[in-house]
């Protein structure tokens, strides 16, 4: 584990008006963040000071935990924070002013009218060649990252998406697109929007022979047991709007780890006139898919949540569900504020499950969605659910590629557009 700062860039004076810059030293002084990772940093440094930061180190350190105990690695960084520059009059008359000081030190008054002319033609002669060198200074580096792209970035990170999701963004712009593509903003925008959509992966809807088992797993506190509770219910509303017949639903909790898990069951299950099972093993498990199954349209299964650093009730709540000749979905429970370093873990210890899809809960206690989104697009994972509150069996849906764009902070939507491009993606 690094102890040391490693240096990444070396400071950049303000190079905005060279006169002010050969005249004082105007950098800050290099300043300590800490976060639960460098992107965690890079996302505080940008709400704080937008692109004007620059990170010069980064190191690993441990914090919390007792007597040394239970420490957990966070990142801190080294930062510094470009001035804002001075406009060109302003700028002049500092560097004047700063000269007159250095020849007469000090003593303003002694300087002769010929010798001030003087030094304001030398002056403005420096200013105009610098302001050239300048101006062609910029035409290099407009060409390496365009104005647009800059933008996207800002964007992006603003939406909390992953930095390698960001990076692979900006690498597409920069190869698929050319400067004349890019100076139109607005387009932009669309294209990284349809990028951003095609990237999400919605979980279809199937239609499975009873008795279809469906068993939520995930950490604690994501809500599983009333996203349960919900899934029934939807199913009972949509029978009885159809005027179908009730289907036929029971379901199990073996979260004997959280206290009150089975009596909120219970009272989901008294309010919906759904039985309500305790298992504590695979034996009882099988026991009652087997009493049941023959009449049983739906089985729900609500298990405990685990840290995911607790892999051994993790893998003996998995070997509980291992039961032979349940036709079952297994649905990753996550809230929408995760972190996405914290998802990765998630979605790796979870693994084991060979869960189907991914429900995101607790949508309403965010405004931005990039994180989830860019880990669960590269780990190829769908999505099958949302929900946004605590009513039951309202505020669940199927997930939609239309949703989530349409909650894009500061993005331009096209929502007729992505309506048309995502309509098959997006139905439910």
């Known amino acids: 584990m690094p102890n040391d700062f490693t240096d990444m860039n070396t400071p950049n004076r303000n190079v905005s008006n060279p006169l002010a810059t050969m005249m004082s030293n105007s950098d800050s002084e290099p300043k300590k963040l800490t976060g639960r990772d460098e992107e965690d940093c890079r996302r505080m440094l940008f709400n704080m000071f937008g692109s004007r930061y620059q990170i010069i180190g980064s190191r690993t350190i441990l914090k919390g935990g007792f007597l040394g105990l239970g420490q957990k690695e966070y990142c801190e960084v080294r930062y510094i924070v470009k001035p804002l520059p001075m406009s060109s009059s302003e700028s002049f008359e500092q560097t004047r002013r700063q000269l007159i000081e250095k020849i007469t030190g000090g003593q303003g008054n002694s300087i002769s009218v010929s010798q001030l002319a ?38 992006l990170v603003q939406n909390e998406f992953s930095l ?15 400067v004349d593509e890019l100076d139109n903003f607005d387009a932009v925008q669309r294209t990284v929007v349809d990028w951003i959509g095609k990237s999400i992966s919605i979980y279809p809807e199937t239609i499975h022979k009873a008795p279809h088992v469906i068993i939520l797993v995930g950490p604690t506190g994501v809500g599983k047991t009333t996203t349960i509770a919900k899934l029934a219910g939807t199913l009972l509303k949509n029978a009885s709007q159809k005027k179908q017949p009730k289907p036929s639903i029971r379901m199990i909790t073996i979260d004997h780890t959280r206290v009150g898990a089975e009596e909120q069951l219970r009272r989901f299950g008294v309010l919906m006139d759904v039985a309500v099972d305790k298992a504590e093993s695979a034996a009882d498990v099988k026991q009652i898919f087997d009493t049941y199954k023959d009449s049983l349209d739906v089985l729900f299964i609500d298990t405990p ?37 914290d998802l990765v873990s998630i979605i790796q210890v979870y693994e084991q499950f060979n869960y189907d899809s991914v429900i995101i809960t607790k949508c309403d206690e965010t405004s931005a969605f990039g994180n989830v989104l860019s880990v669960l697009s590269e780990k190829h994972k769908p999505i099958a659910y949302i929900t946004d509150g605590q009513q039951v069996p309202k505020k669940i849906e199927r997930a939609s590629v239309v949703r989530f764009l349409t909650n894009l902070n500061d993005f331009k939507i096209d929502r007729n557009h992505i309506e048309e491009v995502f309509s098959e993606k997006s139905e439910s």
């Open 305 to 341: 949540g685990y840290s995911p650093n607790d892999f051994e009730n993790i893998g003996k709540m998995c070997g509980i569900l291992g039961i032979p000749g349940m036709n079952k979905d297994v649905y990753l429970t996550i809230t929408a504020s995760v972190k996405a370093r």
């Open 164 to 178: 390698s999701y960001i990076n692979a963004i900006k690498n597409r712009l920069k190869t698929d697109l050319s």
């Open 118 to 155: 003087n030094i304001d033609k030398k002056l403005e002669e420096l200013q105009n060649s610098i302001d050239s060198k300048l101006s062609s200074i910029s035409v290099g580096a407009a060409s390496s990252e365009h104005p647009s792209i800059q933008k996207i970035e800002n964007l």
